[in-house]
């Protein structure tokens, strides 16, 4: 695998061994469902400022929301949990979950776009 290069699975899945919470790991969410026109990115980057990760959310051309994050696979895991429920009036309908390693290239979370 080279940097940069995102894996399809699960986060019990990635990286260490399963119950090894302190490995850092980047992880990019693509969330379907009523996502845009509900504070999903606001909401979602809040949530991931309060869990201490970094990265970016931003809306896409097709009505889902991406999310790229970075921390510990327990900060993930959480971001990750919060991003299947959304903000109240979000309805998501799935979550697809794509992993690398981590980077360190996002310091703080932002909305892009």
């Known amino acids: 695998m080279r940097k940069g290069d995102w894996l399809i699975g699960e986060l019990e899945d990635?990286?260490?061994k399963v119950g090894d919470m302190s490995s850092h790991v980047r992880a990019r969410f693509v969330?379907?469902?009523r996502v845009q026109g509900v504070f999903y990115r606001v909401s979602a980057c809040?949530?991931?400022?309060r869990l201490g990760l970094g990265g970016w959310v931003r809306n896409c051309?097709?009505?889902s929301v991406e999310a790229v994050a970075e921390g510990t696979r327990e900060q993930v895991g959480a971001f990750l949990a919060w991003c299947r429920r959304g903000?109240?009036?979000a309805q998501?309908?799935?979550v697809s979950e794509f992993?690398?390693?981590a980077t360190g290239e996002d310091s703080g979370f932002r909305v892009r776009g």
Request: aromatic share 10%; hydrophobic share 25%.
């Open 61 to 63: 051309a097709d009505g």
């Open 92 to 94: 998501v309908t799935g």
């Open 14 to 16: 990635w990286g260490g």
């Open 87 to 89: 903000p109240p009036h």
């Open 31 to 33: 969330v379907q469902g």
């Open 99 to 101: 992993y690398a390693e």
């Open 46 to 49: 809040e949530e991931a400022r």
